[in-house]
T-cell receptor, first 119, second 117 residues
Framework: AQTVTQSQPEMSVQEAETVTLSCTYDTSENNYYLFWYKQPPSRQMILVIRQEAYKQQNATENRFSVNFQKAAKSFSLKISDSQLGDTAMYFCAFSGRNLNTGTASKLTFGTGTRLQVTL | NAGVTQTPKFQVLKTGQSMTLQCAQDMNHEYMSWYRQDPGMGLRLIHYSVGAGITDQGEVPNGYNVSRSTTEDFPLRLLSAAPSQTSVYFC????????????????FGAGSRLTVL
């Protein structure tokens, strides 16, 4: 079974600064997906970024980027130029690859990191 | 498109009562799932389905039933509610067809907060 660990329950960053959220995972699979989801106070789960394990290049989405270290099973999220709207709970998630059975969509989530962006 | 619609948004039950959380999606997604979110525990998978007539258990299935009679709907039933089932419940769906890069992205509903007294 896969496990996802987020060791930082809470973090704080000042507006316009950069912050990195940590995530490690454990799996015996070689092909898989990793995700970061954001949950603002509205409670809606929003996909921030995803990484395919067979791609060595780190994914980026505007101010969000990841540092994917496959050998170390590490998948950190970097938020640049932090904005007040980035205040949210951030969840790291893992999905194996099995399109035939649909288990590719079974996400395993970490326990989350609550990020507070301050003025 | 409405995406994933969950009802009700809030519900209070007494121990032993039954209820159904409704989930509907209009994206023709094959995969649908239910998660519960508890403080300090992230989201945990309850049940999932890869198509009409097919369901399977996730990590925490006890106390919950599901069925998938249509592609669009995936209701979650609590037959005899317990205080341990107090939680926020999320329904999520995705496509499992097409290229690998197009699959796996879950679309979530807005969540349902359930309190069992």
């Amino acid at each position: 079974a896969q496990t996802v660990t987020q060791s930082q329950p809470e973090m704080s960053v000042q507006e316009a600064e950069t912050v990195t959220l940590s995530c490690t995972y454990d799996t015996s699979e070689n092909n898989y997906y990793l995700f970061w989801y954001k949950q603002p106070p509205s409670r809606q789960m929003i996909l921030v970024i995803r990484q395919e394990a067979y791609k060595q290049q780190n994914a980026t989405e505007n101010r969000f980027s990841v540092n994917f270290q496959k050998a170390a099973k590490s998948f950190s999220l970097k938020i640049s130029d932090s904005q007040l709207g980035d205040t949210a709970m951030y969840f790291c998630a893992f999905s194996g690859r099995n399109l035939n059975t649909g288990t590719a969509s079974k996400l395993t989530f970490g326990t989350g990191t609550r990020l507070q962006v301050t003025l | 498109n409405a995406g994933v619609t969950q009802t009700p948004k809030f519900q209070v039950l007494k121990t032993g009562q039954s209820m159904t959380l409704q989930c509907a999606q209009d994206m023709n997604h094959e995969y649908m799932s239910w998660y519960r979110q508890d403080p300090g525990m992230g989201l945990r998978l309850i049940h999932y389905s890869v198509g009409a007539g097919i369901t399977d258990q996730g990590e925490v299935p006890n106390g919950y039933n599901v069925s998938r009679s249509t592609t669009e709907d995936f209701p979650l039933r609590l037959l005899s509610a317990a205080p341990s089932q107090t939680s926020v419940y999320f329904c999520a769906s995705s496509s499992i067809r097409g290229s690998f890069s197009g699959a796996n992205v879950l679309t979530f509903g807005a969540g349902s907060r359930l309190t069992v007294l």
